[in-house]
């Protein structure tokens, strides 16, 4: 099918701009980068930790590997049952930053979900991939410490992605946007 060739090709050219040979002179410095999700109501919520390690190239860009885990759980009120279930999987990124102000990036996961393919909740293991377009700001706040702070549109939004309970933005027929918050901070490894 054409949007699974679409991935591929995409996933594909993430990894050679993740990966690509560089010289020494090139790379100036590895980083370690850490988000945190945190949702919770009297319905259940999520928390989770997502990292990246990235190898920064030349003055704007920064590529490499990402790892998540997140734990939710759900509270059926009116039942009175209680379930919880994990996320994790891996995947890539990449960031521009520029003028120690902003940055746009790309960043695609591929996940354990619990969501069957029509949305719902299910004991066998689904995996979902998400592709995440953005940017926002990034400031370089110490030596030791740098913030990013953006706005990023899943552009597979597939329906079983286990992302879906942190979008918040919704078009004008009331459905939900794929679009989640992340903040991030990046600390200098070398």
Same mark, same amino acid.
């Given at each position: &099918?054409?949007?699974? %060739? ?13 990966? %690509?040979?560089?010289?020494?002179? @090139? /790379? @100036?410095?590895? =980083?370690?980068?850490? *988000?945190?999700? !945190?949702?919770?109501? &009297? ?15 030349? @003055? ?5 590997? +990402?790892?998540?885990?997140?734990? %939710?759980?759900?509270?059926? /009120? ?7 279930? &994990? ?21 695609? =996961? ?18 979902? +991939? ?9 400031? =370089?706040?110490? =030596?030791? /410490?740098?913030? &990013?702070?953006? #706005?990023?549109? *899943?552009?597979?939004?597939? #329906?079983? %992605? ?17 679009? #989640?918050?992340?903040?991030?901070? !990046? !600390?200098?490894?070398?």
């Amino acid at each position: &099918n054409k949007l699974l %060739s679409m991935k591929k090709r995409i996933v594909f050219l993430l990894l050679l701009l993740s990966f %690509s040979k560089t010289n020494a002179q @090139e /790379i @100036e410095r590895t =980083e370690l980068g850490l *988000d945190l999700t !945190f949702v919770a109501s &009297n319905f259940g919520g999520t928390v989770g930790l997502g990292s990246k390690f990235g190898i920064k190239m030349g @003055e704007y860009l920064i590529a490499g590997p +990402s790892v998540r885990y997140q734990r %939710s759980w759900n509270n059926n /009120i009116a039942a009175q049952t209680k379930s919880g279930f &994990n996320i994790f999987g891996g995947g890539i990124f990449a960031h521009a930053r520029f003028f120690n102000a902003m940055f746009v990036g790309a960043e695609f =996961e591929y996940l354990r979900s619990p969501y069957t393919s029509f949305g719902f909740l299910t004991a066998s293991t689904q995996w979902s +991939s998400t592709l995440f377009l953005g940017g926002g700001l990034s400031l =370089e706040l110490n =030596e030791s /410490i740098r913030l &990013n702070a953006g #706005i990023m549109y *899943d552009i597979i939004n597939h #329906i079983n %992605s286990p992302l879906r309970s942190q979008y918040f933005m919704k078009n004008a027929q009331g459905f939900l946007l794929p679009v #989640i918050y992340r903040i991030a901070f !990046f !600390f200098p490894l070398s």
